[in-house]
């Protein structure tokens, strides 16, 4: 068989040997929200646009579920019983702070040519809520959050909000 030969050309382009698409992880969401259907509706939606939704149904729940793994984007509804989405955030922020400084401690023991390992970890954390205004958005920043949203949102909102926070690039 030569280069050349069209059957082996052919060969080599069967579906058996052509090169397959690698797919790439789906993100992890974090949707937090006492409502069920808003928390239904908002983890069918990131489900949709290709991501991997886990509910929580408090803020402790949000913040216990943040320390055993990592989450690409944490959707979290501004007010519930037991711990509200602003309490949450403080706390998944603290968190990140002491994990982020017991990182950095531990790569300064390290050799100076294995410089740079890792960056800081901070996932983006997107309150969610009925009515928002100018003095809400600024309060949710103050606590840690990185936006503000109204829900219910659309499907085209939601894909605009996970492009801008997901590192994955696009969704479709």
């Known amino acids: 068989m030569s280069p050349a030969d069209p ?3 052919a060969a080599l382009m069967s579906p058996r040997s052509a ?14 929200d006492d ?17 991997l939704p886990t509910r929580a149904f408090t803020g402790r729940q949000a913040v216990d579920l943040q320390g055993g793994a990592p989450f690409s984007l944490i959707l979290m509804d501004l007010h519930m019983p037991e711990l509200d989405g602003f309490q949450a955030t403080r706390l998944i922020r603290q968190s990140e702070a002491m994990e982020n400084q017991d990182q950095s401690l531990s790569l ?17 954390i997107v309150g969610m809520t009925a009515t928002a205004s100018s ?25 605009e909000l996970f492009n801008r926070w997901l590192i994955v690039g696009s969704l479709p």
């Open 135 to 159: 003095d809400l958005v600024r309060y949710c920043q103050e606590v840690g959050m990185d936006g503000l949203v109204e829900k219910p949102l659309s499907l085209a909102a939601f894909r």
């Open 108 to 124: 300064h023991s390290l050799a100076e040519d294995s410089w740079p390992l890792t960056g800081i970890h901070r996932t983006p």
């Open 19 to 32: 090169p397959r698409e690698v797919q790439a992880p789906r993100p992890a969401i974090l949707v937090v």
């Open 7 to 9: 059957l082996a050309v």
């Open 35 to 51: 409502d069920p259907v808003n928390g239904t509706l908002t983890a069918a939606l990131a489900e949709r646009l290709g991501c």
